[in-house]
Nanobody
Framework: QVQLVESGGGLVQAGGSLRLSCAASGRTFSSYSAGWFRQAPGKEREIVAAISRGGGSTYYAGSVKGRFTISRDNAKNTVYLQMNSLKPEDTALYYC????????????????WGQGTQVTVSS
């Protein structure tokens, strides 16, 4: 079992930055790939970014590419999402997930999920 706890969300003005953290406990976190997903009210959950077990491979959704950066520190059992140049359309509940796959953009491939952290971007 892996427990995931997200933090770092909040209210920010458009153009601002936030860094989300996802702290893992339980089984060896380095054995899992990780992803950040988000869900806005009335919309389906979508992939934001994903990272492989060792951090050597990453994926970004087109809407965040060039603005967001995913990284991980396996020594600290933590995955990060640095979000710059935030836009109102980035407003959503952001979830961290861990999966026993190399890397995936599909939510169903992830085995463990956090409770989410709210990000609100004002215009």
């Amino acid at each position: 079992q892996v427990q995931l706890v997200e933090s770092g969300g909040g209210l920010v003005q458009a153009g601002g930055s936030l860094r989300l953290s996802c702290a893992a406990s339980g089984r060896t976190f380095s054995s899992y790939s990780a992803g950040w997903f988000r869900q806005a009210p009335g919309k389906e959950r979508e992939i934001v970014a994903a990272i492989s077990r060792g951090g050597g491979s990453t994926y970004y959704a087109g809407s965040v590419k060039g603005r967001f950066t995913i990284s991980r520190d396996n020594a600290k059992n933590t995955v990060y999402l640095q979000m710059n140049s935030l836009k109102p359309e980035d407003t959503a509940l952001y979830y961290c997930a861990a999966g026993d796959v190399y890397i995936s953009t599909t939510g169903s491939r992830y085995d463990y999920w956090g409770q989410g952290t709210q990000v609100t971007v004002s215009s």
